[in-house]
């Protein structure tokens, strides 16, 4: 178990939907990171938080959006579904942002786009 | 960051010692090499990581060479369990820890 909590499991929608993921870190990290896995891209990183701060962007769509809240918990919406967003997305957390830090990973939530 | 190159799989027999190799012969001087697995769809999972020296911790060795080119992670008993997909990084500190994951080497353990 990495500390890192992710929900739902698994959470199957149509597409045109909007769908919310949410992520709590480890206790005493302040940084949290969005991925994505699909079978053709692999893991994409999509963004990153630190400290209720946006700290690095990657791959994200312009329909995604994430925040980090005050409790550092963090939340990854996605909006206007489409059949390509299917895929597993990763929260991962670290105390901070140095290169010397290594990510925990959460088990993923499983997005099924009908 | 620098791109890295990874066998698409490899074999390995349980009890035995496991060398994954890594080639990343365009690394900068103020590049990290990170080694993270993912067993069958769950989170990625750090395993080790370096900047020139050798490392070794419960779970692994890394061996870097002298020129930083390339790296070997060394399973040294490998188990039914590690298999997985291990993924070789390269990243600098400029870049924080946002990860750029490859293919990674698809490493199946038999009995």
């Known amino acids: 178990d990495s500390g890192v909590t992710q929900t739902p499991k698994h959470l199957i929608t149509a597409t045109g939907q909007r769908v919310t993921l949410r992520c709590s870190p480890r206790s005493g990290d302040l940084s949290v990171y969005w991925y994505q896995q699909s079978l053709d891209q692999g893991l994409q990183f999509l963004i990153q938080y630190y400290n209720g701060e946006e700290r690095a962007k990657g791959n994200i769509l312009e329909r995604f959006s994430a925040q980090q809240f005050p409790d550092l918990h963090s939340e990854l919406n996605l909006s206007s579904l489409e059949l390509g967003d299917s895929a597993l997305y990763f929260c991962?957390?670290?105390?901070?942002?140095?290169?010397?830090?290594?990510?925990?990973f959460g088990s993923g939530t499983q997005l099924s786009v009908l | 960051d620098a791109k890295t190159t990874q066998p698409t799989s490899m074999d390995c027999a349980e009890g035995r010692a496991a060398n994954l190799p890594c080639n990343h012969s365009?690394?900068?001087?103020?590049?990290?090499v990170y080694w993270y697995r993912q067993i069958h769809s769950q989170g990625p999972q750090y395993i080790i990581h370096?900047?020139?020296n050798n490392e070794t911790n419960e779970m692994a060795s890394l061996i870097i060479t002298e020129d930083r080119k390339s790296s070997t992670l060394i399973l040294p008993h490998a188990t039914l369990r590690d298999t997985a997909v291990y993924y070789c990084i390269v990243t600098q500190e400029a870049a924080g820890n946002k990860l750029t994951f490859g293919g990674g080497t698809r490493v199946l353990v038999k009995p």
């Open positions: 365009t690394i900068s001087g103020n590049e990290y």
């Open positions: 991962a957390s670290s105390v901070g942002t140095t290169v010397y830090e290594k990510l925990f």
């Open positions: 370096g900047l020139k």
